[in-house]
């Protein structure tokens, strides 16, 4: 009788710490896994307030961007829909060939209407994304590739 009630115990302990992590979205996988994917709308308007704080746009200036980004996110959006799906490594490539010329095309509509100095902080901010990237990747790959040999 105690074997069973422990064992019942026991199996009730596990269930709630399962569903403890399901509800909190405890996953096995990255963070980007478990983010909320945006509508190339709610995309836009984050885009464009985020640009407001950072390179100080004007009213005109905020829409423009907020355009400039909707556009950006409707083409992009079936793109990243296949990249999603089954891919080849070769359709991958393409893909981000399109994203990217989507991104340039982004940039040189974004450029026509910004200051000067807008424009060096936008390259700027460019920047520190790349330098961001270039240094998640470096920590991805050491930590994918890490040796676990002389012990």
Known sequence: MKKTIMTLALIAGFNTAILAQQAT??????????????????????????????????????SDWAVATLKRAMVNQPLRDQLKGATTPEQRKDIHAQIKANNDAFENSVNFFLTADQKTKFAAMKQERMQAKKKEMKKEYNDAHMDYGDE
């Open 25 to 62: 979205g405890v996953t096995s996988g990255t963070a980007k896994t478990t983010k909320k994917e945006l509508t190339p709308e709610e995309r836009a308007t984050k885009g464009a307030d985020n640009a407001e704080k950072k390179l100080g746009l004007n009213a005109q200036q905020k």
